[in-house]
């Protein structure tokens, strides 16, 4: 272990233009104006670039890489070798304004597994929770109360809205968007430009929250490219939503259905 002088472990090449508040392992790089704040802990071997923010009571643990520019909130932990890339945020607060149908909140907390890798302009609220070996790309979205599997490909400018739950190894490919309170099972693969909705009846009074449903897409099931799922629909384990379908209805586990709206392949 190095010999520490003036309370800093020699190991360390720490800019003397960052402020650091929190602890710091040993052998970390942590570059100009980066910030780490009261109570953070920064695993050995990690890299903190330019301009980064680490709140208040987070924890990166060993061999993170955080590029520059990411911010990570107060309370958020990343397990070890998470890399955040440029501009990301991980730990936001929501916030509704008057305008959503539900109250915007979430406890104040995010944990990322080990081995996940963050893309860039990535936001992630608070409240959510992700596996180790997950795939996050450029410009995704993740809102609160998501909770994201191991081995998942969250692909780029994906947005998964409130309450979302996906389980392992499920790959979801660019600019699909997943509805609030959507559940996904392991090993699910869902195309691009994909769309799921939870409300049939979009202009009722905003706090009329009890009619919302999301799709629920059972394990190894498939959907294509361009497919639309209508609220509260099933479909089933093993089945095929071909590509531009919309489903209206459930659809049986191992079938493949097709057309507007979908039905079973003749």
Same mark, same amino acid.
């Given at each position: ?5 003036? +309370?800093?472990? @020699? ?13 710091? +392992? ?42 520059? +520019? ?25 916030? +509704? ?168 392949? @003749?």
């Amino acid at each position: 272990m190095m010999p520490e002088v003036n +309370g800093q472990d @020699q190991s360390n090449d720490v800019s003397s233009k960052a402020s650091i508040e929190g602890h710091l +392992g040993s052998g970390c790089r942590i570059g100009h104006f980066a910030v780490i704040g009261p109570g953070a802990q920064i695993g050995d071997g990690c890299r903190v670039e330019a301009n980064c923010v680490v709140g208040a009571g987070a924890v990166l643990s060993a061999c993170c890489v955080l590029h520059a +520019g990411a911010v990570i909130g107060e309370s958020v932990v990343l397990g070890d070798a998470v890399e955040v890339f440029p501009s990301a945020t991980v730990g936001r607060h929501p916030s +509704g304004a008057l305008a959503t149908a539900r109250p915007a909140s979430a406890e104040q907390k995010v944990n990322i597994g080990s081995q996940c890798s963050i893309g860039a302009h990535v936001t992630i609220y608070y409240g959510v929770e992700i596996g180790e070996g997950t795939l996050i790309g450029d410009g995704a979205s993740i809102r609160e109360g998501a909770r994201i599997g191991s081995r998942c490909i969250i692909s780029r400018c994906v947005t998964l809205n409130y309450d979302v739950l996906i389980g392992d190894d499920v790959k979801i490919m660019d600019s699909t968007h997943i509805t609030g309170g959507a559940v996904i099972g392991d090993g699910v693969f869902i195309s691009m430009l994909v769309a799921t909705v939870n409300d049939n009846h979009p202009t009722a009074p905003l706090r009329d929250t009890e009619r919302l449903a999301g799709p629920e897409i059972r394990a190894r099931a498939v959907i294509g490219g361009g497919a639309t799922l209508l609220p509260g629909v099933v479909v089933g384990e093993e089945a095929v939503v071909a590509a531009g379908a919309v489903v209206t209805r459930d659809v049986a586990a191992g079938s493949t259905v097709m057309g507007v709206p979908a039905r079973p392949r @003749q």
